[in-house]
């Protein structure tokens, strides 16, 4: 079945907002692992607004599933990862004020910028990934970069979807089947949900893994979080 990993900044987001340590986002990554899912994924930002990088070295030893460190790979980020050691980290181009991911890399003309980055993490045995747009030429190059995988950037999936668009899937199965083609791995997050998750596992031969963050946490909120993580997990079998 595609992997489950739970993205846990809104429980920061959530902690941080009050002070101290509720919900205590250590416990609820233990709970989470202990509810089924596959993974835990981070996305400390330089302004440690939800993550902060403490968590993710306090994390290190909590997490015994697959842990998942994403970010751009500016100011301590790169020394955060080689200290952390997760299993896999997941480039993504944000601006430093960035309020959420709004685009995947341009692979091909930061070819050698993520070239050079990739080779670093995968020299300290680390799984690397990309996060893109379903754009063919944009795989093209992440291929070149030495990465492991990709993570397509759903979200302009999502939004369709939610229009009752269903060809919005079409850029993202013509972007796997060449992923599969070239011998690069699929993972992929954004918006996706309980509401598109199936159809979009569905469509998506070789998916490897979705990382989800806002919508589980958000429908956890009416529905609890164990009933949900398995909720996800039935629908990507």
């Not at 996060?131 to 992440?142: N, Q, S, T, Y």
């Not at 950037?153 to 083609?181: M, R, W």
């Not at 031969?205 to 989800?212: F, K, N, W």
Request: proline fraction near 3%.
């Amino acid at each position: 079945m595609t992997k489950l990993s739970v993205n846990i900044n809104k429980i920061a987001t959530l902690r941080n907002a009050r002070g101290g340590n509720v919900p205590d986002l250590l416990q609820v990554a233990k709970d989470i692992q202990r509810f089924g899912a596959h993974g835990i994924t981070i996305h400390p930002r330089p302004d440690e607004r939800h993550i902060r990088y403490q968590d993710a070295r306090d994390l290190k030893s909590i997490v015994y599933t697959e842990f998942n460190i994403e970010g751009n790979s500016q100011h301590n980020f790169i020394d955060l990862v080689l200290e952390c050691k997760p299993e896999q980290v997941t480039l993504v181009p944000d601006a430093i004020g960035a309020i959420t991911s709004s685009a995947g890399w341009d692979t091909v003309k930061n070819e050698s910028y993520l070239t050079e980055v990739i080779t670093e993490f995968k020299r300290n045995g680390i799984r690397t990934s990309i996060f893109v747009d379903p754009v063919l030429k944009m795989i093209e190059g992440a291929k070149k970069t030495g990465t492991d995988r990709i993570e397509l950037y759903t979200e302009a999936f999502a939004h369709q979807y939610g229009l009752g668009n269903l060809n919005a899937i079409e850029p993202y199965t013509k972007s796997a089947v060449l992923c599969n083609d070239i011998g690069l791995g699929i993972n992929a997050g954004h918006d996706l949900s309980l509401d598109n998750i199936k159809f979009f596992k569905e469509n998506i031969p070789g998916l490897l893994e979705v990382s989800i963050g806002h919508a589980l946490i958000s429908e956890a909120l009416y529905l609890g979080l164990d009933n949900v993580v398995n909720m996800y997990l039935n629908k990507l079998k």
